[in-house]
């Protein structure tokens, strides 16, 4: 468990590490580039690289931190791929449920997968559920299946942004983030493909949060993505969901 350098979350918590690719927003997935780092560095966890492993030895971590703290979870992996079973599942939102002080954010593209988990349970009241949504054929059905969840926080992580999305309805959905691809072989993310989402967000009365350019700045130009920066029409976008907030 480490302090995250993500700009919406605090620390991260991987319970369940390694994943296989479902759809386009995968193709260069940082997770299985610093998975495979950390296999070289010998780092605990990380024998197996990016194959997917389960470790319970993880899950009292956040038992252990009294201090109010924002997590999010699995960001070296998907907590509901299909090879993690419902009875690990279990495990790890007893230990939410067990931790009211903390916030629980949860980002999967197994979205399929969401209503039949939570038809068994409810979902925590300090769990914040979202689903990616890269484009248009494979991340904004996922939406719906997000939409059916009792979340307290629903929220889209549009990111990296593939291309325009198109019109989306927002309803039951308090949070979208958009962001552009990084590192190599980063695809470009055109501004008014930001843009559109912004303003649908503005219409619908959703929180909006740009998380970075990435790989391509708003010009076009390829450059590192800490000279890219966070500016999207001569501002931060850092808005947070009315529901809940990051401490």
């Given at each position: 468990?480490?302090?995250?350098?993500?700009?919406?979350?605090?620390?991260?918590?991987?319970?369940?590490?390694?994943?296989?690719?479902?759809?386009?927003?995968?193709?260069?997935?940082?997770?299985?580039?610093?998975?495979?780092?950390?296999?070289?560095?010998?780092?605990?966890?990380?024998?197996?690289?990016?194959?997917?492993?389960?470790?319970?030895?993880?899950?009292?971590?956040?038992?252990?931190?009294?201090?109010?703290?924002?997590?999010?979870?699995?960001?070296?992996?998907?907590?509901?791929?299909?090879?993690?079973?419902?009875?690990?599942?279990?495990?790890?939102?007893?230990?939410?449920?067990?931790?009211?002080?903390?916030?629980?954010?949860?980002?999967?593209?197994?979205?399929?997968?969401?209503?039949?988990?939570?038809?068994?349970?409810?979902?925590?009241?300090?769990?914040?559920?979202?689903?990616?949504?890269?484009?248009?054929?494979?991340?904004?059905?996922?939406?719906?299946?997000?939409?059916?969840?009792?979340?307290?926080?629903?929220?889209?992580?549009?990111?990296?942004?593939?291309?325009?999305?198109?019109?989306?309805?927002?309803?039951?959905i308090h949070w979208v983030i958009v962001g552009g691809e990084s590192g190599f072989g980063a695809r470009p993310m055109r501004p008014e493909w930001v843009d559109s989402v912004r303003h649908q967000c503005e219409e619908q009365g959703v929180a909006f949060f740009f998380k970075q350019w990435g790989g391509w700045g708003a010009d076009g130009i390829k450059r590192h993505k800490k000279a890219n920066g966070?500016?999207?029409?001569?501002?931060?976008?850092?808005?947070?969901?009315?529901?809940?907030?990051?401490?």
């Amino acid at each position: 468990m480490a302090g995250s350098k993500i700009e919406w979350t605090e620390q991260t918590w991987n319970p369940v590490t390694g994943c296989t690719k479902v759809s386009p927003g995968c193709k260069h997935c940082y997770a299985e580039t610093m998975a495979r780092r950390l296999k070289a560095m010998g780092a605990g966890g990380y024998a197996g690289g990016f194959d997917l492993a389960m470790h319970p030895s993880r899950l009292s971590q956040p038992v252990l931190r009294k201090k109010p703290t924002v997590y999010f979870v699995n960001s070296m992996s998907d907590l509901f791929h299909e090879a993690v079973p419902d009875s690990f599942l279990d495990r790890v939102f007893d230990v939410i449920r067990a931790t009211p002080q903390h916030t629980y954010q949860i980002l999967t593209k197994r979205a399929e997968r969401l209503p039949v988990y939570f038809e068994r349970v409810a979902c925590p009241e300090n769990v914040w559920l979202g689903v990616s949504v890269e484009d248009r054929h494979f991340g904004v059905p996922r939406i719906d299946s997000l939409r059916q969840i009792g979340a307290k926080v629903r929220f889209l992580s549009v990111e990296p942004l593939l291309e325009d999305i198109g019109e989306i309805s927002l309803i039951g959905i308090h949070w979208v983030i958009v962001g552009g691809e990084s590192g190599f072989g980063a695809r470009p993310m055109r501004p008014e493909w930001v843009d559109s989402v912004r303003h649908q967000c503005e219409e619908q009365g959703v929180a909006f949060f740009f998380k970075q350019w990435g790989g391509w700045g708003a010009d076009g130009i390829k450059r590192h993505k800490k000279a890219n920066g966070r500016i999207f029409k001569g501002r931060t976008w850092d808005e947070l969901p009315a529901q809940a907030s990051i401490r």
